[in-house]
């Protein structure tokens, strides 16, 4: 069964409005999780690893201002798209690491932003 | 170059057909490599995992790893149509981040 839920799974909102979207690892206390986006026929790309308790490490080009990530809990984390754009719509993934260094992925959120 | 390539397809075949996936990659310090199945409009499910060079198999899947050539495969046998959807090589270096091919999307026609 799942491991990693999210939601919603999708969402649409206006531009300039802000998009909370959670991440919950269902069997395991996961101190790291990772958020990842993917455009349509595009690869996915980590956009930050988000660790319990203290900041997330954003990769470079990703503006940690508009995309919040908040690891408040071993089970949840939120990343919240602030000030949405129509650029901003894409398929947003969580994951978080499993046992034997692999991945486990989410469902995905898809964002569409009018 | 990117560093990984991945036809993105799209590749169609018949059911029951042999299926052949590929990647080639330029960093040779990647260890870990797997490959990942994505159906439409979700997430990623680990297919399979394996490290350094060599092959693999669980059932239909097999996967294979030429590290000196810089290029894995995944090889489904007997396909059926709910093999559909876009499978994803991704590779690592020790602990560091995932670097995920584009996608390959294939169709099983039946």
């Known amino acids: 069964g799942a491991v990693v839920s999210q939601h919603p799974s999708w969402v649409i909102c206006k531009s300039g409005t802000s998009v909370k979207i959670e991440c919950r690892s269902l069997d395991f206390q996961a101190t790291t999780m990772f958020w990842y986006r993917q455009f349509p026929k595009q690869s996915l790309m980590l956009m930050a690893t988000s660790n319990e308790g203290s900041k997330a490490t954003y990769e470079q080009g990703v503006e940690k201002d508009k995309f919040l990530i908040n690891h408040a809990s071993l089970t949840l984390s939120t990343l919240t798209v602030t000030s949405a754009h129509p650029e901003d719509s894409s398929f947003y993934i969580c994951?978080?690491?499993?046992?034997?260094?692999?991945?486990?992925f989410g469902p995905g959120t898809r964002l569409t932003v009018l | 170059q990117k560093e990984v390539e991945q036809d993105p397809g799209p590749l169609s075949v018949p059911e029951g057909a042999i299926v052949s996936l590929n990647c080639t990659y330029s960093n040779s310090a990647f260890q870990y490599f797997m490959w990942y199945r994505q159906y439409s409009r979700k997430g990623p499910e680990l297919l399979m995992y394996?490290?350094?060079?060599g092959n693999k198999e669980d059932g239909r899947f097999t996967a294979q790893v030429d590290k000196s050539s810089k290029y894995i495969s995944l090889f489904i046998r007997d396909s059926q149509p709910s093999d559909s959807a876009t499978y994803l090589c991704a590779m690592r270096v020790g602990n560091e981040k995932l670097t995920f091919g584009t996608g390959t999307r294939l169709t099983i026609i039946p």
């Open positions: 994951s978080r690491a499993g046992a034997t260094d692999t991945q486990y």
């Open positions: 394996t490290y350094s060079s």
